[in-house]
Protein backbone atom coordinates (compact mmCIF):
# COMPACT_ATOMS: atom_id res chain seq x y z
CA UNK A 1 0.00 0.00 0.00
CA UNK A 2 1.36 3.45 -0.93
CA UNK A 3 0.82 6.42 1.29
CA UNK A 4 -1.30 8.91 -0.27
CA UNK A 5 -1.55 12.36 0.29
CA UNK A 6 -4.59 14.77 1.13
CA UNK A 7 -4.23 16.81 -2.19
CA UNK A 8 -3.85 13.23 -3.95
CA UNK A 9 -7.11 11.63 -2.51
CA UNK A 10 -8.72 15.34 -2.90
CA UNK A 11 -7.67 15.49 -7.00
CA UNK A 12 -8.63 11.52 -7.26
CA UNK A 13 -12.47 12.82 -6.22
CA UNK A 14 -12.37 15.63 -7.54
CA UNK A 15 -10.95 15.03 -11.35
CA UNK A 16 -10.50 11.57 -11.71
CA UNK A 17 -14.15 9.37 -10.65
CA UNK A 18 -15.69 12.28 -12.11
CA UNK A 19 -14.08 11.66 -15.37
CA UNK A 20 -14.71 8.05 -14.74
CA UNK A 21 -18.21 8.32 -15.00
CA UNK A 22 -17.74 10.46 -18.32
CA UNK A 23 -15.83 7.79 -19.58
CA UNK A 24 -18.46 4.99 -18.68
CA UNK A 25 -21.28 7.05 -20.53
CA UNK A 26 -19.60 7.31 -23.49
CA UNK A 27 -18.49 3.50 -23.80
CA UNK A 28 -19.95 2.12 -26.69
CA UNK A 29 -22.41 -0.98 -26.00
CA UNK A 30 -19.52 -2.94 -27.91
CA UNK A 31 -16.60 -1.47 -25.16
CA UNK A 32 -18.82 -1.28 -21.80
CA UNK A 33 -19.58 -5.11 -22.18
CA UNK A 34 -16.07 -6.75 -22.33
CA UNK A 35 -14.97 -3.70 -19.82
CA UNK A 36 -17.40 -4.79 -17.42
CA UNK A 37 -17.05 -8.40 -17.30
CA UNK A 38 -13.24 -7.66 -16.37
CA UNK A 39 -14.34 -5.44 -13.84
CA UNK A 40 -16.95 -8.60 -12.42
CA UNK A 41 -20.09 -6.60 -13.12
CA UNK A 42 -22.60 -7.52 -15.51
CA UNK A 43 -24.20 -3.92 -15.72
CA UNK A 44 -22.96 -0.21 -15.07
CA UNK A 45 -25.69 0.30 -12.34
CA UNK A 46 -23.45 -2.69 -10.40
CA UNK A 47 -20.80 -1.59 -11.00
CA UNK A 48 -21.44 1.97 -9.98
CA UNK A 49 -23.31 0.58 -7.12
CA UNK A 50 -19.95 -1.09 -6.09
CA UNK A 51 -18.31 2.07 -5.92
CA UNK A 52 -20.80 4.23 -3.97
CA UNK A 53 -21.09 1.07 -1.29
CA UNK A 54 -17.31 0.70 -0.59
CA UNK A 55 -17.10 4.39 -0.21
CA UNK A 56 -19.92 4.37 1.91
CA UNK A 57 -18.25 2.22 3.99
CA UNK A 58 -15.11 4.33 4.07
CA UNK A 59 -17.30 7.14 4.80
CA UNK A 60 -18.50 5.50 8.30
CA UNK A 61 -14.85 3.81 9.00
CA UNK A 62 -13.11 7.46 8.70
CA UNK A 63 -16.02 9.32 10.81
CA UNK A 64 -15.44 6.51 13.20
CA UNK A 65 -11.61 6.78 13.19
CA UNK A 66 -11.78 10.92 14.11
CA UNK A 67 -13.09 10.01 16.87
CA UNK A 68 -11.07 6.98 18.21
CA UNK A 69 -7.52 6.93 16.37
CA UNK A 70 -7.23 3.27 18.03
CA UNK A 71 -10.61 2.14 15.81
CA UNK A 72 -9.89 -0.42 13.14
CA UNK A 73 -12.04 -1.21 9.75
CA UNK A 74 -13.82 -4.66 10.65
CA UNK A 75 -12.51 -7.31 8.08
CA UNK A 76 -15.33 -7.22 4.97
CA UNK A 77 -15.31 -10.50 2.62
CA UNK A 78 -15.00 -8.28 -0.77
CA UNK A 79 -16.78 -10.94 -2.42
CA UNK A 80 -19.94 -11.07 -0.14
CA UNK A 81 -19.92 -7.41 0.10
CA UNK A 82 -20.05 -6.78 -3.61
CA UNK A 83 -22.97 -9.55 -3.71
CA UNK A 84 -24.66 -8.27 -1.36
CA UNK A 85 -24.71 -4.65 -3.01
CA UNK A 86 -25.47 -6.09 -6.45
CA UNK A 87 -28.54 -7.69 -5.05
CA UNK A 88 -29.45 -4.77 -3.45
CA UNK A 89 -29.15 -2.38 -6.35
CA UNK A 90 -30.75 -5.01 -9.46
CA UNK A 91 -33.85 -2.70 -8.90
CA UNK A 92 -32.44 0.90 -9.65
CA UNK A 93 -31.72 2.76 -13.03
CA UNK A 94 -28.79 4.31 -14.16
CA UNK A 95 -31.10 7.79 -13.21
CA UNK A 96 -31.58 6.78 -10.11
CA UNK A 97 -27.59 5.69 -10.03
CA UNK A 98 -25.57 8.90 -11.30
CA UNK A 99 -26.48 11.15 -8.50
CA UNK A 100 -26.35 8.59 -5.56
CA UNK A 101 -22.82 8.30 -7.13
CA UNK A 102 -22.42 12.21 -7.25
CA UNK A 103 -23.74 12.37 -3.88
CA UNK A 104 -21.97 10.05 -2.06
CA UNK A 105 -18.73 11.58 -4.18
CA UNK A 106 -19.06 15.10 -2.91
CA UNK A 107 -19.63 13.78 0.99
CA UNK A 108 -16.41 11.83 0.69
CA UNK A 109 -14.58 14.80 -1.03
CA UNK A 110 -15.70 17.34 1.74
CA UNK A 111 -14.99 14.23 4.67
CA UNK A 112 -11.69 14.24 3.26
CA UNK A 113 -11.19 17.85 2.85
CA UNK A 114 -11.93 18.04 6.85
CA UNK A 115 -9.41 15.74 7.86
CA UNK A 116 -6.29 17.06 9.52
CA UNK A 117 -2.87 16.21 8.75
CA UNK A 118 -3.35 13.97 12.25
CA UNK A 119 -6.25 12.34 10.83
CA UNK A 120 -4.39 11.83 7.57
CA UNK A 121 -1.39 10.08 8.85
CA UNK A 122 -3.56 7.68 10.78
CA UNK A 123 -2.88 4.13 9.34
CA UNK A 124 -5.86 3.11 9.58
CA UNK A 125 -7.29 6.13 7.57
CA UNK A 126 -4.90 5.68 5.23
CA UNK A 127 -6.03 2.31 4.33
CA UNK A 128 -9.32 3.63 3.95
CA UNK A 129 -8.10 6.27 1.48
CA UNK A 130 -5.72 4.20 -0.34
CA UNK A 131 -8.18 0.86 -1.28
CA UNK A 132 -11.35 2.73 -1.12
CA UNK A 133 -10.92 5.56 -3.35
CA UNK A 134 -7.21 6.10 -4.83
CA UNK A 135 -6.50 2.54 -5.68
CA UNK A 136 -9.97 1.80 -6.13
CA UNK A 137 -10.00 4.34 -8.95
CA UNK A 138 -6.99 2.50 -10.74
CA UNK A 139 -8.78 -0.63 -10.75
CA UNK A 140 -11.60 0.85 -12.67
CA UNK A 141 -10.10 3.09 -14.60
CA UNK A 142 -11.19 2.54 -18.39
CA UNK A 143 -8.49 1.78 -20.72
Known amino acids: ?49 HIIAWWDDAYKNIEQMKKDLQYKSPDQDAD ?29 LRLVESLDEGNIENNEIQKELFWNITNHYKGHKIE
Not at 25 to 34: C, G, H, V
Not at 86 to 91: D, F, L
Request: proline residues 3%; glycine residues 2%.
Open 80 to 108: TFNAEVVKRSAHKSITEVLPEFEEARKRL
Open 1 to 49: MEKVTKAQVINNLTNDWTEYIKGIETLSDDMKRPYLKRQGFTTDIALIS
